[in-house]
């Protein structure tokens, strides 16, 4: 697919100069970009679904509460060793 972008100078000179950096052409470059964008995107549907799916299978009795999570912190923060610092 060709795909033709009109980007305002701002962005295509921040463009260029990390296409720069990275030391490969700026259209290269942006497909680069595009493709990491749009495989994050698709990692995001992914997580979000697989979390529906979870949640539509936990049962109520596996629930843990706010207060329970609370607790459980503050727990954990009172076992926790202190440790001291001099200037």
Request: proline share 7%; charged share 30%.
């Amino acid at each position: 697919m060709t795909l033709t972008l009109e980007l305002p100078p701002d962005l295509e000179r921040f463009l260029e100069a990390e296409a720069l950096r990275a030391g490969v052409p700026a259209p290269q470059f942006a497909q680069r970009m595009l493709a990491e964008a749009l495989s994050e995107q698709q990692q995001d549907l992914e997580d979000a679904e697989e979390a529906r799916r979870i949640l539509a299978e936990t049962k109520p009795e596996d629930y843990v509460s706010w207060e329970q999570v609370k607790a459980e912190l503050a727990s954990q923060q009172e076992s926790a060793p202190v440790v001291e610092m001099q200037r």
